[in-house]
């Protein structure tokens, strides 16, 4: 599926200037207000194109950008892609057109995408002093107006003025959806030319805070204002041209292009034999299928025009050993296929997306996978998830809604929720104390994507140094760690649990001043540097996954020793998260315990507060020591 | 290893570093080359390409490199063009083939595509270009091979200058080989930018069978060398007269350590300069040819215009300084002037972007123009100098010197008690030798005729462990009243070698400038001059505006220094300031001071707390299990000392315990930990010492060096007992 990329979806808003004179008001605090865009318009109009396109989109935007504080400069970028072209941009600096600019225009690349047809056109936009505007202007066109999907009104700059301007001829039935208005002036209005048959929408914003990237912050489409812009259907003098007026549109092309696909079932039905040879039982079959296409199918993400929507053949994924997300659901699909399952191809907009399929649209979905619909129950696979167990989710998808192929028509459901018990990570130490060392039997176990998460990092890992890592990550680092005897279980097996079992010498666990001996019960202390620092944190703060952390740490007290006094425990219980810590003796047993539950990953910023207090107490709690005296 | 960096190695193996490369791609051209290539390299009879068993000494090995081969070959030909006027067009070639076994999935990321320029256009007024080819092919466990498509190469970049492509390696699995070569095809015309290769017999992976054939055209220049036990290179010639060089290695095993570690002085190496121009084939560079060519750069430096640029401006400073600076001892007027000379050239000037942050702290001038300049501004002033250069400490050996690029370049001042200037940076004064080049052999630069020898028996002064040091003073006490929150007041005096990192981190430019005016009585500053100048003068808010915004970012930089020395974030920095930034050779030492708050050095145990005070003074380097085997030579940056006083401030109604357990010596001929412990009146006391005798070790004192290394790991987990009452 082509994935949407919110920098590249925020450059397409790129606008334009009315006012010649700078402005001097502030840019909204707290930001880096060196450059700012002192005004801007957008306007996109629907447009009769020609036969292979007819009805395309085009922009004009005019952005003046004001330097208040000293010389500098921004990078200008533009997108575009096999389904739009840039027809002209003009720069003027410091009021006069600057032909010397050489815009360069190259293939985007990131990191995590291995090819993409999107390109970037770009140049270094100079301003020569404090005071100076400079202005951009820029035409594009759009070919298709279901690639024309999201209009946003934040820049990579601070914005004081923009307008927007949608151009919709009575003939092209759009639905404009208003998205993240509140607590934004956005001043709305309609015009109806009929002169001209078109309705004018227009939208004005003042004082607009930048773009911000931050890490673990929820996709754009849920945070900043835009519009989303749903194409449904265009009555053409040639006759009606249908986009996505429903769902089933949305889905009848994306069934068109599945259905272009020429899989092989020969070569299917062969390597699903192999795969499953001497598996007896229907999900033993289905989980050997969905492991093999994790473990030998690498991911690459693929992003190129009308392939960026249609799967590869299966035969072909399975011949390369690579694959993307399509290339990979539809192998998995036909594999199970191939085994006599009903096994289907899905659509699915993950986490980082805002909308459902009640807005039809491009910009729902980023995501493919599989459904196998066995004995009435619909199981999810998802082989991009190269370590996760069948039948557990990745947080990613878990809840969002999931488009099913149906034949000519389609099932909508939804990807099972699970509470914060698949992602388990539960420590055991039974220790006794010697002098200053402890010593006993330590176990570990992770569950779902905690599991998944080292999975992947033991796989990354050269297997020559893959011991070490193993024992560095079991100490922490730790030098006064010495581990013995580890036995493990689940490397190698996405479906069962990833646990360790090993002897621990632990030096220099005990501090001993005279008579008494000091102790912290807790080696890893999970979450206690997990405070936020509210200074510099815009966004609400998402955890990679919901979980719970639960250790216990039981210590035999030496005979001669008693335990002087406790220290108090700990119970925070929040709607999104808890920790608890406690404290008690039985016998000669100091028994420890802590749960950490983060039963939501959604943090948001007026929650901010809250946590830091909780972690506080938290990491006070880490800083407590027992004390041993004796007798 | 990434994809990008494996191409990277391949392409660094060859050489192929510059800003290169070709023009319009034909495609199908590219295509009957590419398999003519293809074609070429598969065919090659080399029986190391025919081993598929992977010694059982490498069994657990993530990947084993079975058979590496590199292939350098050079030609050159004379021809007319439509204007008749003659050419002569470079080929050069390059080659490496690799068969590698995949264990893991580790090692199957790590091979599973290649990333390379198809085409590059040589960059400015040569004409040339530079053409990649790839192919690949998996050797299944079965022994069937599968040739891997190449047509599946997707394009990054397309433009007219560059083809930058991508290729995945489809059916790669773990348990497979990947056979695949990356050949680079040169062509230019009337001149062949210098080829200088350094080819490591040694990687992270264990290598079978390394080989490296070379065929020079009599058009070229060779030169070569065998370095750290690297084996003779066998030298011939072919019916051509081209120059054939061979040389292999055989079970490499992977590269040791890279913890304290200099690869080029280390691993088995073989280095070899290809360069325009014919004449005989060159074993071990003789240290003459890259004398005289200092000298010829030194002799063709326009320095005259240079000087000429600032005379005026060098005189005003040394008459602001003292009218009658002519009658000053040579040695005060010598240094007068590299003061001036180090302010004109650095500190008084405006670049484009305004640059006043923490990047213009980086801002480099080449050695030769900046010393060559020097030493004409000294000559004007009278005073005698003389250049002097030395290899670098963690560069090839003076064994290995291939170029001008392998030597440093210093000038010597000689006045009564010489002393040399460096151009390390924009701090560096008068007496100051950076780390780089100290303790190695040094001579003077001058030109040489056929037969000198080239004098090295000098050596560049090595400071010592005690020169080099850091001091810290710690004031620590609770923060209000808060017990579990220290407040820290630190004071930090960084001696020699210890400051050039932390210049370049902490000093303020518009401190520094100032504080250099002022020493020089320079009157006009540069907002001065930009408010004067009217082309300028409107930049002059602008310049203001970045040295504001240069000074508020100095608190990021504390905190960064802060965060870097303790390994833990300071909770909050509430001061810090520059006492002197190290600027002068009569007060060399960068000192600072710092005020900040810390958490999570103190635990409570009932009404009791525990002061975690080995972590206040020390963050000690921490060892992996198979780090504390060692079997290669250390190499550190410099001897040094650290001298770490803390006064912890014991609050009222607590008494302190633990302290026996402080008070330890560990003393070796590689270094020393020497800590104590004592309380005066409501104080606690700390010392703490550590020392690193000497910038090298053999590998044999690595057990001392440990010792070292685990009195720190021992003393940082260190605590005391506050006791209530």
Known sequence: MRRTLPALSLALTLSFAVSKAPLASPAPSGEDSNIVISSKTDRYSFEEGEKDHPVIVRQESKTQYYCSELRSSIAWVETYDNQSRIDGVKVYVNGSRDKSIQPKDEYYSSGDIFYSDARVYYFSLPFVKKGTSDEVDLEKTTLDPRYFTTVYFTEEQPIRQKTVEIVVPKWMHVDIKEMNFAGNRIIKAHQSDDKKGVDIYTYTISNLAAFIKERNSPGPTYIYPHLLILSKYAELKTGRQQYFNELKDQYAWYRSLVLQVNNDAAVMKAKAAEITKGITGDLDKVKAVYQWVQENI???????????????????????????????????????????????LCWIGTDHIAYDYSTPSMAVDNHMICALNYKGKIYFLDATESYIGFGQYAQRIQGRQVLIENGDSYLLQRVPVTGCEQNEVHSKYDLQLNGSTLSGQVSHVWKGENKEDLLFQANAIHKNKLQESILEFLSRGNSNYVISGVKQDGLENRNTDLSFQYKLVYNNAATVFDNDVYLDPDFRKEFGEADIDTASRHKDYLFDCKGDWITETNIMVPAGYKVQELPTGLDVQRKGYSFSISYKMEGSTLKYRKTIFIKDVHLPRSGFAQWNTDIAQLKKSYLQQITLTHK | MNRSLRICLLLA??????????????????????????????GWKDPAFAN??????????????????????????????????????????????????????????????LSYHQFKKLNGWMSGTTTTFVGARIIKPDGSIKEVNTDETVTLNDTKTSRQSKLAISDLQVGDMLDYYVRTEEYSQDYKEPERLIFYFGDDHPIVDFSLHCEIGSKYTVQYTSMNKAPEAKQSTNDDKDVILDIGMKDIPSAPTGFWMSSIRELPAFRLNVLGGGSKPVKDVPLTDVFNTMTYYLVNLDVQTQFQMIRQQMVDIMRATDRDYRKLPEDSVARLAIYAYRFLRYYNKVDNDLEVGEDRNSMDINDYYYLGTLQYTLKHFGVKSTFVTAPYKHGPDIQHIMGVGDMSLLLRVDVDKPFYVSNLNMFSCPNYIPAA????????????????????????????????????????????????????????????????????????????????????????????????????????????????????????????????????????????????????????????????????????????????????????????????????DIYMPYARTLDCSVSFLIPEGYTVQGMDKLNKTTQNGCGSVVTSAQVQGNQLIVHFRRQYKHDQEPAGNWPQLLAILDACTDFADQKVLLKKG
């Open chain 1, 298 to 344: 690498r991911y690459i993400a693929f992003e190129n025009g009308m392939a960026g929507f249609r799967p590869e053949k299966a035969q072909d994924v399975l011949s390369k050993k690579y694959g993307d997300c399509k290339g990979m659901a539809n192998l998995t699909k036909n594999l199970l296929t191939a085994l006599g399952f009903d096994a289907r």
């Open chain 2, 13 to 42: 193996l060859v050489g192929v570093f510059r800003m290169t490369a070709s023009g319009q791609a034909d495609l199908t051209k590219y295509k009957e080359r590419s398999a003519a290539v293809r074609s070429e390299v598969w």
């Open chain 2, 52 to 113: 598929k068993t992977v010694p059982a000494r490498f069994s657990g090995e993530s990947c084993v490199i079975m058979a590496r081969k590199a292939l350098i070959e050079a030609d050159s030909k004379r021809r007319m063009d439509w204007a008749l006027a003659s050419h002569r067009n470079y080929y050069y070639n390059s080659t490496v083939r690799e068969m590698v076994k995949i264990n893991d999935k580790a090692s199957l990321e790590e091979f599973s595509q």
């Open chain 2, 437 to 632: 080049v100290e303790g190695q052999p040094c001579a003077e630069v001058r030109s040489f005729k056929k037969g000198d020898i080239v004098g090295m028996n000098a050596k560049m002064p090595l400071s010592t462990a005690e020169e080099n040091q850091q001091q810290e003073n710690l004031q620590v006490k609770l923060n209000g009243a808060d017990m579990q929150l220290l407040h820290v007041n630190r004071h930090t005096v960084l001696k020699g070698k210890l400051k050039e990192a932390e210049q370049l981190r902490l000093l303020n430019f518009e401190d520094c400038y100032e504080s250099e005016r002022s020493a020089l009585h320079v009157e006009k500053s540069i907002m001065d001059d930009l408010k004067k100048a009217r082309r300028s003068k409107n930049v002059s808010e602008d310049y203001a505006t970045a040295l504001k915004k240069a000074r508020e970012s100095l608190k990021d930089r504390f905190k960064e220094e802060i965060s870097s020395e303790f390994e833990k974030d300071p909770k909050d920095v509430l001061a810090w300031k520059v006492e002197n930034p190290g600027l002068r050779s009569a007060s060399p030492d960068l000192v600072y001071s710092t005020e900040f708050t810390v958490d999570g050095l103190m635990q409570r145990a009932g009404n009791n707390f525990i002061l975690n005070i080995g972590k206040v003074v020390n963050s000690p380097l921490k060892l992996t299990p198979s780090q504390r085997t060692r079997n290669v």
